[in-house]
Structures are given as structure tokens and as C-alpha cells.
Nanobody, 127 residues
């Protein structure tokens, strides 16, 4: 059964770092693209980053470029989101999503391009 399970969220002070994990079961991360989205309080769900591990491509939202990094481990079918220099506006529930249309802009940012979603992990940036 295909499943995406996020972990690694928590409370962090501004300027701090967190690493989120998305463990994928019943699929190979080499065959799909996986993305991270987030939804802040009172906001719409927005794309953060995408990785197409098999194609060797990544993409990032402008708001996180230079601060976040995405990677994948095909041996464990896990995708990671390293988040540095966190700010209060990064607060939200972070979701992992599975798609098959690649990570090019602007389509990687479209919620409708993804077929499966995890349950999300809460990230709170606050002093």
C-alpha cells in the first residue's frame, strides 16, 4: 500500500534549522517526483520544493531559495527537506506529496499535479 509519512517537525527559534523526512512505502523515489508543500494558519497550501531523483532535478519556491535544500535517498525511499535560517513565516503544516509530472516550473507548484499526500508535520518558528 502506497504511503507517505512525514516526520521531523517541531518548535524552533527564528534563525534555527530543522530537517523533515518523508518516508515513502510501496514505491521507488527514482520513478516519481516528490514535493514538499506547506500550509500556514489561514493560508492556502503552497509548494516549497520538489525533487525528481531519477532525473536529477530539483526546484524551489522563491521564498525558500538559498535557505532550504531537498534530497532523496533511494536506498531507503526517503526524501529530506533541510530548512535553515527559519523565520516565523515558515510556520505551518508541511506535507509530502507524490507526483509523476516532474519538477519544472510552474507545474510543480500546482496542488492538482500530485496524486498522493502524507498527513503532514507541524513546523512552528517562534521565539
Amino acid at each position: 500500500q502506497l504511503q507517505l509519512v512525514e516526520s521531523g517537525g517541531g518548535l524552533v527559534q527564528p534563525g534555527g534549522s530543522l530537517r523533515l523526512s518523508c518516508a515513502a512505502s510501496a514505491l521507488s523515489v527514482n520513478r516519481y517526483n516528490l514535493a514538499w508543500f506547506r500550509q500556514g494558519p489561514g493560508k492556502e497550501r503552497e509548494a516549497v520544493s520538489c525533487i525528481s531523483h531519477g532525473a536529477g532535478t530539483t526546484n524551489f519556491a522563491d521564498s525558500v531559495k538559498g535557505r532550504f535544500a531537498i534530497s532523496a535517498d533511494s536506498a531507503t525511499n526517503t526524501v529530506y527537506l533541510q530548512m535553515n535560517s527559519l523565520a516565523p513565516e515558515d510556520t505551518g503544516v508541511y506535507y509530502c506529496a507524490l507526483g509523476s509530472m516532474g519538477c519544472s516550473s510552474p507545474q510543480f507548484e500546482a496542488v492538482g499535479m500530485y496524486d498522493y499526500w502524507g498527513q503532514g508535520t507541524q513546523v512552528t518558528v517562534s521565539s
